[in-house]
């Protein structure tokens, strides 16, 4: 069953009843429904209508999980460039600055790999950092990226240069950081890491201010 589709038909203010008639389904499998979509974070409130009758706010998107910030969370917590997410996920556990790396990354976003810069200057745990961006076939980007880094965020901390060496043998599926985006200003980072970079010179200059 693709629960975010059913929340997609029901989204906003529903009863047991609407559901019914929504779905064509009978009372048992409405019921049913609202515990699924609960437990998987797309009824984002309860309350009650006339009558008594429970009303079940439903969104076809997760609600964040109150406790654990997820990447969008963590970026705008540590960047000088905001993101805004156009959707809502559930946070099961906590993320670390690592996996965020690799996370906006993985994501080809532009803004968001922007703005993820600034999080390299957090960075615990430089082998952990290699081993989930090799995993996720983006070792290079990440060399790349913590160079490009180096240039305009404060206060950067030195990679391991044994983390470096390790990150330039590893493979990656594409050259393009971003889709098809490569511009003419990080030549010497390019050829060092064999990808390519998307952010020009003015692209950067927000981490100078």
Same mark, same amino acid.
């Given at each position: 069953?693709?629960?975010? @589709?059913?929340?997609?038909?029901?989204?906003?203010?529903?009863?047991?009843?609407?559901i019914?008639?929504?779905? &064509?389904v009978? $009372?048992?499998?409405?019921?049913?429904y %609202?515990?699924?979509?609960?437990k998987?974070?797309? %009824?984002?409130?309860?309350? !009650? /209508? $006339? @009558?008594?009758k &429970?009303?079940?706010e *439903? &969104?076809?998107?997760?609600?964040?999980?109150?406790?654990?910030p /997820?990447?969008? +969370? *963590? *970026?705008?917590?540590?960047?000088?460039?905001? %993101? %805004?997410?156009?959707?809502?996920?559930?946070?099961y556990?906590?993320?670390?600055? +690592?996996?965020?790396?690799?996370?906006?990354i993985?994501? @080809?976003?532009?803004?968001? *790999?922007?703005?993820?810069l600034?999080?390299?200057?957090?960075? $615990?745990?430089?082998? !952990?950092?290699?081993?989930?961006?090799?995993?996720?076939?983006?070792?290079?980007?990440?060399?790349?990226?913590?160079?490009?880094s180096?240039?305009?965020? !404060?206060?950067m901390?030195?990679?391991? @240069? &044994?983390v470096?060496?390790?990150?330039? +043998?590893?493979?990656?599926k594409?050259?393009?950081?971003?889709? !098809?985006? $490569?511009?003419?200003?990080?030549?010497?980072?390019?050829?060092?890491?064999?990808v390519?970079?998307?952010?020009?010179?003015?692209?950067?200059?927000r981490?100078?201010?």
């Amino acid at each position: 069953m693709n629960w975010q @589709k059913v929340a997609k038909k029901l989204e906003g203010f529903q009863t047991v009843e609407s559901i019914e008639k929504t779905l &064509r389904v009978k $009372r048992a499998t409405a019921i049913n429904y %609202v515990y699924e979509m609960r437990k998987r974070g797309f %009824v984002h409130g309860e309350s !009650r /209508g $006339r @009558k008594g009758k &429970r009303l079940y706010e *439903i &969104r076809p998107y997760r609600k964040i999980s109150a406790g654990y910030p /997820g990447l969008y +969370e *963590i *970026i705008n917590a540590n960047s000088p460039i905001k %993101v %805004v997410r156009s959707y809502k996920t559930i946070v099961y556990r906590k993320m670390s600055i +690592e996996e965020a790396i690799v996370k906006a990354i993985e994501t @080809k976003n532009f803004r968001l *790999i922007l703005a993820s810069l600034a999080l390299f200057k957090k960075v $615990r745990n430089w082998y !952990r950092l290699y081993k989930l961006s090799k995993g996720a076939c983006v070792g290079r980007k990440v060399g790349a990226l913590y160079d490009i880094s180096r240039k305009y965020v !404060r206060k950067m901390k030195r990679m391991d @240069k &044994r983390v470096e060496n390790l990150l330039k +043998e590893t493979k990656v599926k594409s050259k393009y950081i971003v889709p !098809r985006l $490569r511009t003419e200003d990080f030549k010497e980072i390019e050829k060092k890491w064999n990808v390519y970079i998307p952010f020009n010179k003015e692209d950067l200059e927000r981490y100078k201010e």
